[in-house]
């Protein structure tokens, strides 16, 4: 785990390696510095050695999206080589001074994990890293054989000359090929009509690791001479340090340091860390949880000690009496509503989130006068990076930031407060210091999914036809403290004005109001999508009801308004009506939409447009007493050219069981300024019997590049499964989690 110094200048190149292999990636300035080098240690994508062996460099965060699958299957699928061959290292973060000397920039692709981009950002460039490696070899072939680098072919590993029926691998030419100049124009990519490797169903190439334990995550990383640290943090919100007694706490045995940490005052952001705490700095983890139960402090009364689940609920009923700032507003909403010959209102609510990462969050920091060394389970390796740099001023070059495989992330671990702690305590100490979070601390001081009230409104013609939409959100505002953030646009993390039904219904109106409370929040899953699509995809289904009207024939009828794509938001995205329309349609044929169900059960269909994909379901239940069964879910995703389906089919099924954990059971609650909930007892997560029966995944083929997985599966779930509640009870969950709702 340990990072070694890089401290020249890294760009895109072909060198060798200290094995007199092909390199082809991120190197030193130079092919002989390279040759000296460690080459893994060097950000390489593609290694080559001589006995065949094919290494492949991982970028980005793995914490179960199969991404340090995908990514390689792009280079192994460009470059002709054996998969069974293939290895895969986990790279550290690789950045680079911006020319201008303004700041950094990634050395070649972001290595973060957040918004389902990954494989998005790695697509040209991957395939592009195993196609300059493959012309590399062609032309080490061709120079051997004498031979034009055209009548060469390459298969499974080898360059193959067809006239003479000559073969080499890979490894045997490997050397020759480093000793070549890279052409700088870019390689030809294959056309997909060839493709052998991608859109193929592979495996989870580090899946045996992970299931015989030798998969390395955050918690099993060491580096000599460390010490523990667990943090006795705030238990109200803000709340601050009055005095430390901890006299009792240096009395254990093994407990070598108690360090203070002063957290952020109420109009701070949550940043470097989240709440004031002590650290309690130990030989071993045992001997500093034992320190930390003895360790006495006082706090402060919170701000927020009034602040409770049933006071913040108040305060979004009443907010919703007044006005909020319109983030859309088309047509003459209010005209529209008055004249409607019919309207429907209804109000949904859904409560606080937590991550619940199996894995507690974590990490190892040593902090020395001239480098830093981080090894975290992070989502934002370049915001660890940024962090150091800030609270050290050492220089960025030699803060060294390596990933370990994530146990859960969800956008928990795009924040780097359990790593601003770490920096402290190292800082504090002079030692390398190994940060442990229990359950309980996880679970009380995460930054929650935000908490939601929504009121709905549409009004409809004497034709049927939907002329008015109104969706108001008192929301607590997602990037409320955040460091940078621009505070006078709370709703813009929280209410996305383009999601469906946008520009599909001539009087549209979407209206924000900022909920004022302590509790931090941040990205969940999908973030707001979850939020808005419950409300939006449940009222689309009680307003066909109402109307008298199929669920889906509704829908279709909404989206048939759209006229083309229409723009999302101002970097590219578009909607296109017609892929939403398509995978309504496609999980609705394969679940048996129109064919009965016996008595007591009952179909639920949603879909959602989420970080560029689309995503239906068809939710399948019945009650047995007073126990909800889900007993199918069949699903369609269009994410584009599927890059691995079978890591595509994982995916949304991971997705639909965490959303259905959360639509069953999950909230967080808060009494006193602080959250009630500590462990998995109060904190419901859902069993194996809650789980649906049958998983049926759909994938639309497509020929447009890939597109996001890992969160569009997840906003869908819960209005669907909502819907098919009515439909097999005639009971409406309006709000999440449904927890005993069914039992009275």
Not at 177 to 194: F, V, Y
Not at 534 to 545: G, L, N
Not at 650 to 665: C, F, I, K, P, Y
Request: glycine share 8%; aromatic share 6%; net charge positive.
């Amino acid at each position: 785990m340990t990072i070694q110094s890089v401290s020249r200048r890294l760009f895109i190149q072909a060198s060798a390696s200290t094995a007199g292999g092909l390199i082809v990636g991120l190197q030193l300035g130079s092919a002989r510095a390279a040759v000296k080098a460690n080459a893994s240690q060097l950000g390489v994508y593609v290694r080559i050695e001589p006995d065949g062996q094919i290494v492949i460099g991982a970028p980005s965060s793995e914490m179960g999206q199969g991404i340090n699958t995908s990514m390689p299957m792009m280079v192994v699928e460009e470059l002709d080589a054996d998969w069974s061959k293939v290895v895969i290292e986990q790279l550290p973060l690789m950045i680079k001074p911006a020319p201008d000397g303004k700041g950094y920039r990634w050395m070649a692709l972001p290595q973060g994990a957040g918004g389902s981009t990954s494989t998005i950002d790695a697509w040209p460039i991957m395939r592009e890293m195993g196609a300059r490696a493959r012309r590399l070899l062609v032309m080490a072939a061709a120079k051997r054989w004498r031979v034009p680098a055209n009548d060469c072919t390459t298969e499974s590993g080898h360059v193959v000359h067809a006239a003479t029926g000559r073969s080499l691998a890979y490894g045997e030419l490997a050397a020759e090929a480093a000793r070549l100049p890279d052409p700088k124009a870019p390689p030809p990519l294959k056309p997909r009509a060839d493709y052998k490797v991608l859109g193929t169903p592979v495996r989870n190439a580090q899946a045996a690791d992970i299931v015989t334990g030798h998969a390395e995550f955050g918690l099993d990383a060491e580096m000599p001479g460390m010490l523990y640290a667990v943090v006795a943090r705030a238990p109200q919100f803000d709340s601050r340090i009055v005095a430390i007694d901890e006299r009792a706490a240096r009395a254990v045995a093994g407990v070598k340091h108690v360090v203070r940490l002063d957290g952020p005052k109420p109009s701070e952001p949550w940043y470097p860390i989240i709440a004031s705490g002590v650290a309690v700095v130990a030989t071993s983890l045992w001997s500093a949880m034992k320190g930390r139960e003895a360790l006495k402090v006082t706090w402060s009364k919170s701000p927020w000690a009034t602040e409770s689940t049933d006071s913040m609920r108040a305060q979004m009923a009443e907010l919703l009496k007044g006005k909020g700032h319109y983030v859309n507003d088309d047509g003459d909403v209010d005209e529209a509503l008055a004249s409607a010959h019919k309207v429907v209102r209804r109000t949904y609510e859904m409560p606080f989130i937590a991550h619940a990462t199996l894995e507690p969050q974590n990490c190892l920091v040593h902090v020395q006068p001239d480098r830093v060394d981080i090894v975290a389970p992070t989502q934002s390796p370049g915001g660890a990076s940024r962090l150091a740099h800030a609270l050290t001023g050492i220089d960025r070059m030699k803060i060294h930031v390596m990933m370990t495989r994530l146990g859960g992330g969800f956008g928990r671990r795009l924040e780097t407060d359990f790593i601003g702690e770490a920096l402290l305590i190292s800082q504090a100490t002079k030692a390398p210091i190994k940060l442990v979070w229990t359950r309980e601390d996880d679970l009380r001081h995460d930054f929650y999914r935000p908490a939601c009230r929504q009121e709905l409104a549409l009004g409809v013609n004497r034709d049927g036809m939907v002329t008015a939409w109104v969706q108001r959100v008192a929301s607590t505002p997602k990037n409320h403290r955040r460091k940078g953030a621009d505070q006078s646009r709370p709703w813009e993390a929280d209410l996305y004005a383009m999601d469906f039904p946008a520009k599909l219904v001539p009087n549209f109106r979407r209206e924000y109001f900022a909920v004022t409370s302590g509790v931090p929040r941040r990205s969940w899953r999908a973030p707001g999508h979850t939020a808005n699509a419950f409300a939006a995809e449940s009222f689309v289904d009680e307003a066909a009801h109402d109307l008298g009207m199929d669920p889906l024939a509704f829908r279709l009828a909404l989206l048939a308004n759209g006229k083309g794509d229409i723009k999302w938001d101002d970097y590219g995205t578009v909607f296109s009506p017609s892929r939403m329309a398509s995978v309504l349609k496609l999980a609705a044929e394969k679940a048996g939409w129109n064919s009965p169900l016996p008595k007591g059960h009952g179909y639920g269909i949603a879909a959602h447009f989420t970080f560029t994909s689309y995503c239906a379901h068809v939710v399948q239940v019945h009650m047995e007493g007073k126990q909800l069964v889900v007993d199918k879910v069949t699903s369609a995703i269009d994410c584009g050219f599927a890059v691995n389906p079978l890591g595509v089919r994982a995916q949304v099924e991971g997705g639909v069981n965490d959303a259905l954990s959360t639509a069953r059971g999950q909230a967080i609650t808060v009494a006193d300024g602080a959250v009630v909930q500590g462990n998995f007892g109060t904190y419901r997560m859902m069993r194996i019997d809650g789980s649906p029966r049958e998983i049926d995944i759909h994938i639309v083929k497509s020929d447009k590049d890939p597109t996001g997985v890992g969160e569009p599966p997840v906003p869908p779930l819960a209005p669907a499964l909502a819907n098919a509640i009515f439909a097999a009870t005639g009971k409406r969950i309006r709000r999440l989690p449904i927890g005993d709702q069914l039992s009275v």
